[in-house]
């Protein structure tokens, strides 16, 4: 109990004295502005829906969050990604008042919650959690009514307002069909569509969603996230943890990265989910493509691998040779690809990854320029990977010229690996690993 | 407006019931009454305020004028002296305080299990009944020294005059408190009871009193037959003052569970989903807690322990009325009472009188397994 009264006084003058920012790891422009006082920090807080500051909450010695800043505002659809344990649910506790914060502050619409009572706070922000611990069998309608319990006095009955707010979240949800089924003769997927309905009677500026696609088919998480998506563009404000990064990536106006409890990076997620982003949080390689669908980044990733980087040059065209370089980019070595056809999607997948590319325009033929070009980059290579191509039964899309264009190439190479099409990626990793293997 | 309409509905014709057991009830003994007979005996016991009396009370500067009720009855059916005398002053007492009692510990075990989210949990749970078993017990002992202690300055030196029954209901209305607001204060840290850990608190206080009710009865003697008949639960002998005590104490705790029936409902989703959806959570289970402990004190101090109709009524309307606490707990009280009413005519119909918390355990315990043989308990 002391030690809970130690750790708030030490946290209190910290935040007041100007330390603040010192143990934040992103360099976010919202939290630059912070090293104010509590009157400064609450206007820099007022324009958003939600905000937290120096937040940090523990459960008993172990801090699962630690100093996390970030402002949700209107029309603001925000995003939290990281591993299991990163801290992801804590903070969306934190923000509706379920875990109390060990420091620092959480503010909604521009009020303190601690100075709001469970009633006031549960007018801003709704929240879908994970999971109902809901085990009688309520009808769906009488859980979705539920909603409107921050709106009801003790002693009102639910009036046409309350009738028409459940109407409308129910169908928004997509729940009428079953809203006479018992909640305990529902799937998981239409549990959850539930509480998203619950939570949209309740009619909030504000939503909190925990995981809210995690039990949903492809069609109901789409369309649920295009329903949040509705939302903000209407002026509501969202937070989402999500751990599908696509998704994140997809909908989310901005996305805050989180590992072991503290912010890695926050920013729209073209700017934020990189490779290095995504594969520090998560301790895993990543790479970084396009959904070529949605045109928004797609992320891949594989287990860690622990090889030492080097330069590799890349021969191959086609399907298998973009899952090469996706894996030895994912990876961390340094990657140049030729020569291949322009808009391969092997060309498309190596300037993801940021690596240097020889194309030629499709059907055109190889010039001696890019043959030169991609002797260059061969020779000056740790090793030249050769993808399926010079497999002579392998069934390849490139012009007739492309396995002399191939051979001449590899030619060039002080080392050659050779890997099948359908090579493994840990195969392809210990292949390029091991000198001795050509 | 739909849900308050089914909740009037079904409790109209479960009050219904109620009544027409009561009266059908109290036609019943060693001696026939028919129906009609009694259900004019009892409008003709029925008064109603008749005039207002000012009058002065006592004199000195602080004599105030009280104020005193006349009361009439409304009604002057001819009926059998006899038969009047019997249903009036022998059989319509302790088939209220059935009433009452059933009435009571249905509502507390509505309350309980939903508070609980569990289909075992019942009104003893958090220690009521073995508290006032103790409280009880001990004044069936040593009434002699628990009497006397009433009469301690600390408690002003008053001579109350206890006689022995209200001494027994007395002690065990402070027991079941005193016991359940231990394993209040066991489960409570920093402001906050987990239900789990209320519900381990509620077994082990149960298991410590019942080894002192073991140990009591050890010590017994003479009197072990009338702490055995009080464990089991007995209504013969009630009196006219405890069942107006009982009327006094159990309506209002009852309507104060109604006006959070609603929030019981939302409890049940869980305590976080709760708060977030505005519940003041800790504060809505201390009302819950306090307000079940009392109804149950109130049932059990004079009926002692009766078990299966905290239980089983509860989840016996679950099945017909739907899990909603604002119509479930009218309508569990109301056929509580009226269970309650039922199982003690049928314990004292016989031969040989029974206490009725063999009759109630009789009937609910086979009922309990078909229930669980044929429905989904579980899942309530």
Same mark, same amino acid.
């Given at each position: 109990?002391?030690?809970?009264?130690?750790?708030? $006084?030490?946290? @209190?003058?910290?935040?007041?004295?100007?330390?603040?920012?010192?143990?934040?790891?992103?360099?976010?422009?919202?939290?630059?502005?912070?090293?104010?006082?509590?009157?400064?920090?609450?206007?820099?807080?007022?324009?958003?829906?939600?905000?937290?500051?120096?937040?940090?909450?523990?459960?008993?010695?172990?801090?699962?969050?630690?100093?996390?800043?970030?402002?949700?505002?209107?029309?603001?659809?925000?995003?939290? +990604?990281?591993?299991?344990?990163?801290?992801?649910?804590?903070?969306?506790?934190?923000?509706?008042?379920?875990? %109390?914060?060990?420091?620092?502050?959480?503010?909604?619409?521009?009020?303190?919650?601690?100075?709001?009572?469970?009633?006031?706070?549960?007018?801003?922000?709704?929240?879908?959690? *994970?999971?109902?611990?809901?085990?009688?069998?309520?009808?769906?309608?009488?859980?979705?009514?539920?909603?409107?319990?921050?709106?009801?006095?003790?002693? %009102?009955?639910? @009036?046409?307002?309350?009738?028409?707010?459940?109407? @409308?979240?129910?169908?928004?949800?997509?729940?009428?069909?079953?809203?006479?089924?018992?909640?305990?003769?529902?799937?998981?997927?239409?549990?959850?569509? =539930?509480?998203?309905?619950? !939570?949209?009677? *309740?009619?909030?500026?504000?939503?909190?969603?925990?995981?809210?696609?995690?039990?949903?088919?492809?069609?109901?998480? +789409?369309?649920?996230?295009?329903?949040?998506?509705?939302?903000?563009? %209407?002026?509501?404000?969202?937070?989402? !943890?999500?751990?599908?990064?696509?998704?994140?990536?997809?909908?989310?106006?901005?996305?805050?990265?989180?590992?072991?409890?503290?912010?890695?990076?926050?920013?729209?997620?073209?700017?934020?989910?990189?490779?290095?982003?995504?594969?520090?949080?998560?301790?895993?390689?990543?790479?970084?493509?396009?959904?070529?669908?949605?045109?928004?980044?797609?992320?891949?990733?594989?287990?860690?691998?622990?090889?030492?980087?080097?330069?590799?040059?890349?021969?191959?065209?086609?399907?298998?040779?973009?899952?090469?370089?996706?894996?030895?980019?994912?990876?961390?070595?340094?990657?140049?690809?030729?020569?291949?056809?322009?808009?391969?999607?092997?060309?498309?997948?190596?300037?993801?990854?940021?690596?240097?590319?020889?194309?030629?325009?499709?059907?055109?033929?190889?010039?001696?320029?890019?043959?030169?070009?991609?002797?260059?980059? $061969?020779?000056?290579?740790?090793?030249?990977?050769? =993808?399926?191509?010079?497999?002579?039964?392998?069934?390849?899309?490139?012009?007739?010229?492309?396995?002399?264009? $191939?051979?001449?190439?590899?030619?060039?190479?002080?080392?050659?690996?050779?890997?099948?099409?359908?090579?493994?990626?840990?195969?392809?990793?210990?292949?390029?690993? %091991?000198?001795?293997?050509? | 407006?739909?849900?308050?309409?089914?909740?009037?509905?079904?409790?109209?014709?479960?009050?219904?019931?109620?009544?027409?057991?009561?009266?059908?009830?109290?036609?019943?003994?060693?001696?026939?009454?028919?129906?009609?007979?009694?259900?004019?005996?009892?409008?003709?016991?029925?008064?109603?305020?008749?005039?207002?009396?000012?009058?002065?009370?006592?004199?000195?500067?602080?004599?105030?004028?009280?104020?005193?009720?006349?009361?009439?009855?409304?009604?002057?059916?001819?009926?059998?002296?006899?038969?009047?005398?019997?249903?009036?002053?022998?059989?319509?007492?302790?088939?209220?305080?059935?009433?009452?009692?059933?009435?009571?510990?249905?509502?507390?075990?509505?309350?309980?299990?939903?508070?609980?989210?569990?289909?075992?949990?019942?009104?003893?749970?958090?220690?009521?009944?073995?508290?006032?078993?103790?409280?009880?017990?001990?004044?069936?002992?040593?009434?002699?020294?628990?009497?006397?202690?009433?009469?301690?300055?600390?408690?002003?030196?008053?001579?109350?005059?206890?006689?022995?029954?209200? &001494?027994?209901?007395?002690?065990?209305?402070?027991?079941?408190?005193?016991?359940?607001?231990?394993?209040?204060?066991?489960?409570?840290?920093?402001?906050?009871?987990?239900?789990?850990?209320?519900?381990?608190?509620?077994?082990?206080?149960?298991?410590?009193?019942?080894?002192?009710?073991?140990?009591?009865?050890?010590?017994?003697?003479?009197?072990?037959?009338?702490?055995?008949?009080?464990?089991?639960?007995?209504?013969?002998?009630?009196?006219?003052?405890?069942?107006?005590?009982?009327?006094?104490?159990?309506?209002?705790?009852?309507?104060?569970?109604?006006?959070?029936?609603?929030?019981?409902?939302?409890?049940?989703?869980?305590?976080?989903?709760?708060?977030?959806?505005?519940?003041?959570?800790?504060?809505?289970?201390?009302?819950?807690?306090?307000?079940?402990?009392?109804?149950?004190?109130?049932?059990?101090?004079?009926?002692?322990?009766?078990?299966?109709?905290?239980?089983?009524?509860?989840?016996?309307?679950?099945?017909?009325?739907?899990?909603?606490?604002?119509?479930?707990?009218?309508?569990?009280?109301?056929?509580? &009472?009226?269970?309650?009413?039922?199982?003690?005519?049928?314990?004292?119909?016989?031969?040989?009188?029974?206490?009725?918390?063999?009759?109630?355990?009789?009937?609910?315990?086979?009922?309990?397994?078909?229930?669980?043989?044929?429905?989904?308990?579980?899942?309530?």
């Amino acid at each position: 109990m002391s030690d809970d009264d130690a750790t708030d $006084a030490a946290a @209190d003058p910290s935040t007041e004295g100007g330390g603040v920012g010192a143990d934040v790891d992103t360099a976010d422009a919202d939290v630059d502005a912070t090293n104010a006082d509590t009157d400064a920090a609450g206007a820099n807080t007022a324009d958003s829906l939600i905000a937290t500051r120096e937040l940090s909450v523990s459960f008993g010695d172990l801090e699962v969050v630690s100093g996390v800043e970030m402002t949700v505002d209107r029309g603001e659809f925000v995003g939290l +990604v990281g591993p299991n344990g990163a801290g992801k649910t804590t903070i969306l506790r934190a923000i509706t008042g379920t875990v %109390d914060a060990d420091a620092g502050r959480v503010w909604l619409d521009g009020d303190r919650l601690s100075g709001l009572s469970a009633r006031e706070a549960s007018r801003r922000v709704a929240s879908v959690p *994970q999971e109902t611990g809901l085990s009688f069998d309520f009808r769906v309608r009488h859980v979705v009514e539920m909603g409107r319990t921050p709106h009801l006095g003790r002693f %009102d009955g639910h @009036d046409a307002t309350d009738a028409a707010a459940v109407d @409308d979240a129910m169908a928004a949800a997509g729940v009428e069909r079953f809203a006479d089924r018992s909640i305990t003769a529902v799937s998981g997927g239409e549990r959850q569509r =539930v509480l998203l309905a619950r !939570a949209l009677a *309740q009619e909030t500026p504000a939503l909190v969603l925990d995981e809210p696609t995690a039990s949903l088919d492809v069609n109901h998480a +789409v369309t649920t996230m295009e329903l949040v998506r509705d939302l903000v563009d %209407d002026g509501r404000a969202a937070i989402a !943890a999500i751990h599908d990064l696509d998704m994140a990536a997809r909908y989310c106006d901005r996305v805050v990265v989180l590992a072991g409890g503290r912010v890695r990076a926050a920013g729209p997620p073209e700017t934020v989910l990189d490779a290095a982003a995504v594969g520090e949080a998560f301790d895993a390689e990543a790479f970084v493509g396009r959904n070529p669908a949605t045109n928004s980044p797609a992320i891949t990733s594989f287990p860690r691998s622990e090889t030492a980087s080097r330069r590799l040059h890349v021969v191959g065209t086609g399907p298998d040779t973009a899952s090469v370089v996706a894996r030895l980019a994912a990876a961390g070595h340094e990657l140049s690809l030729g020569v291949v056809p322009e808009g391969d999607v092997a060309a498309v997948a190596a300037a993801d990854a940021g690596a240097t590319v020889v194309t030629v325009p499709a059907f055109a033929g190889v010039d001696a320029a890019a043959r030169a070009a991609a002797r260059d980059l $061969a020779a000056a290579a740790d090793a030249t990977v050769v =993808v399926g191509g010079a497999d002579p039964t392998a069934d390849s899309p490139t012009p007739d010229d492309s396995a002399a264009v $191939a051979a001449d190439v590899v030619d060039a190479a002080a080392r050659v690996i050779r890997v099948p099409g359908d090579t493994d990626g840990e195969d392809l990793l210990a292949a390029v690993a %091991d000198p001795s293997s050509t | 407006m739909r849900v308050r309409r089914r909740a009037t509905a079904w409790s109209t014709v479960l009050a219904g019931v109620l009544a027409t057991v009561v009266v059908v009830s109290a036609g019943i003994g060693p001696v026939r009454i028919p129906p009609v007979e009694v259900a004019k005996i009892v409008l003709n016991a029925a008064v109603v305020p008749a005039g207002v009396e000012v009058a002065s009370t006592g004199a000195g500067p602080l004599a105030l004028p009280g104020i005193d009720l006349t009361y009439r009855s409304p009604f002057a059916f001819p009926v059998d002296d006899v038969h009047e005398r019997i249903v009036v002053l022998v059989r319509l007492p302790r088939i209220l305080l059935a009433a009452l009692v059933g009435f009571a510990l249905a509502a507390a075990g509505t309350v309980m299990q939903g508070f609980f989210r569990n289909p075992m949990a019942d009104p003893s749970i958090i220690g009521v009944s073995s508290g006032a078993a103790v409280g009880a017990v001990a004044f069936i002992v040593f009434p002699a020294a628990l009497s006397a202690t009433l009469t301690l300055p600390v408690f002003g030196g008053v001579d109350v005059g206890l006689s022995y029954g209200t &001494g027994v209901s007395l002690f065990a209305f402070v027991g079941a408190l005193i016991a359940a607001f231990g394993v209040y204060a066991i489960a409570t840290r920093h402001g906050r009871t987990p239900v789990a850990t209320l519900l381990l608190a509620g077994v082990a206080v149960q298991t410590f009193l019942g080894a002192v009710i073991s140990y009591l009865q050890l010590q017994a003697g003479e009197s072990l037959r009338r702490i055995v008949a009080w464990l089991m639960g007995h209504l013969s002998g009630a009196a006219w003052s405890e069942v107006a005590v009982t009327a006094v104490v159990v309506p209002p705790l009852f309507f104060l569970l109604l006006v959070y029936a609603r929030d019981l409902n939302v409890l049940l989703l869980g305590e976080e989903e709760a708060h977030g959806l505005g519940i003041n959570v800790e504060r809505t289970k201390r009302v819950l807690l306090a307000a079940s402990a009392l109804i149950t004190a109130a049932g059990v101090a004079f009926a002692g322990i009766i078990g299966f109709v905290g239980l089983i009524v509860p989840h016996i309307l679950r099945l017909v009325v739907g899990p909603d606490h604002r119509v479930l707990l009218p309508t569990a009280a109301f056929s509580g &009472g009226a269970f309650l009413v039922a199982a003690d005519t049928v314990a004292r119909a016989g031969a040989t009188e029974l206490p009725v918390g063999i009759v109630t355990a009789a009937v609910g315990a086979p009922f309990f397994i078909y229930l669980l043989m044929n429905r989904e308990v579980h899942e309530l």
